[in-house]
């Protein structure tokens, strides 16, 4: 029996809605050797916070391996490009709630770690880990990375998709999307997550300003579902694997929890929509590149749009 405290009660009521929460949960307070290891490895990370707004934010961070590290199973350290034009860094601030999501796309190796912000420069970034667990390998596109050089160009914003936002959103076969709990009792911080989606390529459906994206079976922790319950702002970051660009979006979202609402669609037990309110582009934001994109077994057996 899984502790309920564990969640709060949006994930509660998400796993409720879905038909059952997890036999398990790993969810620690602290980092395994094994998991600071996998960090300091990293190349890139996810990661999601809030804006001055309470609006979540997502965004990537990269740096030679080693630029993430782990002084004690409680913190990790991310060395930043203080040359970098990302709102999403600049918003940051002490206290504040992040979540990070490491990725290994040539091994589809996945964990998550949640935490509050306790420095914050434009060459560096402390985080008190207070949430750490795994992910499964599912849906994951495998794909070899490459060094590029850094753009540094600025973000070009926008309160609607252009053509070339629809463009990388029709061809993506993965995506991120941060969510916040809202504020807890008696006033307490929001806490912030970021996760990992993925599908055949076009697996988000774009409608004017609206993309759908479907859910499919994964670990019932419904950390995303739970927290889109309590609030339903969120963030979605979409990457363009072979220039490096950053497409990312703020927007309200609805879940439609009854999946033939919408239609059949391979794999998906649910869909959630994502009304964009404003976002921002950036070229070549990130100094690396990926070729490949091999789908995953369970990617396989997923849908598309008719």
Known sequence: MVPSTLFHDGELRAQELAGGGPRVAAIREFMPDQHRAFFAALPFVLLGATDADGWPVATMLAGAPGFITSPDPHALHLD???QAADPVVAGLARHGQVGLLGIDLGTRRRNRANGTV????RQRLEIAVTQSFGNCPRYIQMREIHEAPPAHMPATHFT?????SRDLIALADTCFVATASGAGPAGSAAGVDISHRGGRPGFV????NTLTVPDFNGNRYFNT???LVREPRAAMLFVDFSSGDLL???GT???VWDAAALGEFAGAERFWRFQVAR???RPGAVALRWSGGALSPATEHTGVWS
Do not use: S
Not at 160 to 164: E, F, K, P, S, T
Not at 205 to 208: D, N, Q, T, V, Y
């Open 205 to 208: 459906r774009i409608e004017g």
């Open 253 to 255: 979202t609805e879940i």
């Open 160 to 164: 609607a998709l252009d053509a070339r």
């Open 248 to 250: 990312q979006l703020q």
């Open 118 to 121: 306790t420095a914050i420069d």
């Open 225 to 227: 579902l739970g927290n």
């Open 80 to 82: 930043l490009d203080p």
């Open 279 to 281: 976002g921002w582009y």
